[in-house]
């Protein structure tokens, strides 16, 4: 008879499910946008061998931890990753792919701004290795990337993607809705031109006022006028589903959308509940070793993380996640995607299924919905996702 060790060395971990994905940080632009709450900063000097040595230093340390993993896709984020010199990503590709055995095909995606982008910096890139771009444009309308802090121009911004489309099968592009002064009518304008240029991925993101941000900062003085009302929102996202929907790019999560098969595999894998690392200040990782799941979380200002990976003492000590802990996350990251989740995944890691009756009572009145083994927000449900959430956590 086979020991019960064999048996769990064969049966899938549960991160598989999702995949296995590599993150890195970068954390310079070269201004701050108004809006926003990541982990970026400007800096006038950048050692650029002195970064490369340390993402090179924290690859070779996670290789160690989890070695022999099949990786799955690759995501430069920031930040404005396209402001790394080319040689940077190529060695830290390089040392990638000689540290882990790659998938077939596997997805190395580079975030970049209209203002950094340069002919022959995208062939390097390319070149190096990356096989898809995103790329944040936010506005086709000149007055308003100038209020959200952007230092391109809308022809900028499309001389980039013609650049990027170039160079690469693969790429995306963002815009914010619900900005100030926009009207129904314009938005769905702006989007019928950005779905005319889009290749095969759009993220159409909600302006949201971020507590900590210049933004956010005038809005609680009072000085952030123009904000469509809560209801104009609302209709804002009801027609980019449907606009989106036509055009066959329909919604595979919140606020991305994708012709089939172009979805971001990354990103992806986080709402899959797979396994990630993440390298780079602030950055955040789930790891799963000797069948536990730990959450990573890298020092957040740069020179500190920089500092420490040369000391060897890159983040903070790894947390230690409870099933339940894993079944909350599984169910917030999940319910966003179309695919919504597998309650009985769900009820192994929790030690308990979802409630039927409130499963039963959101069904009714349509915010979500059964598709074989699967449970998934509705439309509906999407647009009101925290609420959903709420009455699906209490019970956990």
């Not at 179309?338 to 009820?347: A, K, L, T, V």
């Amino acid at each position: 008879m086979r020991s019960a060790s064999w048996l769990q060395a064969v049966l899938p971990e549960d991160w598989q499910e999702g995949g296995f994905g590599l993150y890195v940080h970068w954390p310079f632009c070269e201004a701050k946008c108004p809006y926003c709450d990541f982990n970026s900063h400007v800096a006038r000097e950048i050692d650029q061998t002195r970064w490369c040595t340390a993402y090179l230093a924290e690859i070779d340390r996670y290789a160690a931890l989890v070695p022999g993993r099949v990786l799955n896709t690759v995501f430069f984020g920031g930040g404005t990753p396209s402001l790394m010199a080319p040689e940077t990503i190529a060695a830290l590709i390089e040392r990638i792919k000689a540290s882990w055995p790659m998938a077939n095909a596997p997805e190395i995606t580079l975030e970049a701004n209209p203002g950094s982008v340069e002919a022959g910096r995208f062939r390097a890139f390319a070149e190096a290795g990356v096989t898809r771009i995103s790329m944040g444009v936010q506005a086709l309308n000149d007055i308003d990337l100038k209020r959200l802090g952007r230092i391109h121009s809308v022809a900028e911004a499309r001389q980039a993607f013609d650049i990027a489309r170039e160079n690469f099968d693969r790429v995306s592009f963002d815009l914010i809705y619900a900005r100030q002064d926009q009207t129904l009518e314009a938005w769905k304008a702006e989007l019928r031109e950005a779905l005319a240029m889009a290749v095969d991925h759009l993220s159409l993101y909600q302006l949201t006022i971020e507590t900590g941000t210049a933004f956010g900062d005038r809005y609680a003085a009072g000085k952030l006028r123009g904000l469509p009302e809560d209801e104009t929102a609302a209709d804002m996202y009801e027609a980019t589903q449907e606009i989106c929907d036509a055009a066959g790019l329909p919604a595979y999560e919140v606020s991305n959308h994708a012709r089939p098969g172009s979805e971001s595999r990354h990103n992806l894998i986080y709402w899959r509940y797979g396994d990630y690392i993440g390298i780079g200040p602030g950055a955040h990782g789930r790891i799963t070793r000797n069948g536990q799941k730990h959450a990573t979380e890298a020092h957040r200002a740069p020179g500190r993380w920089l500092d420490s990976v040369e000391t060897a003492s890159s983040e903070r000590k790894p947390v230690r996640l409870s099933g339940q802990d894993q079944a909350v996350e599984y169910l917030l990251m999940g319910l966003r995607i179309s695919d919504g989740i597998d309650p009985g995944r769900f009820e192994k890691l929790a030690g308990q299924p979802l409630s039927p009756t409130v499963v039963d009572h959101l069904q009714q009145i349509g915010m979500i919905e059964s598709l074989g083994t699967r449970l998934r927000a509705t439309r509906a449900g999407r647009a009101v996702l925290n609420a959903v959430i709420r009455d699906l956590l209490p019970d956990v």
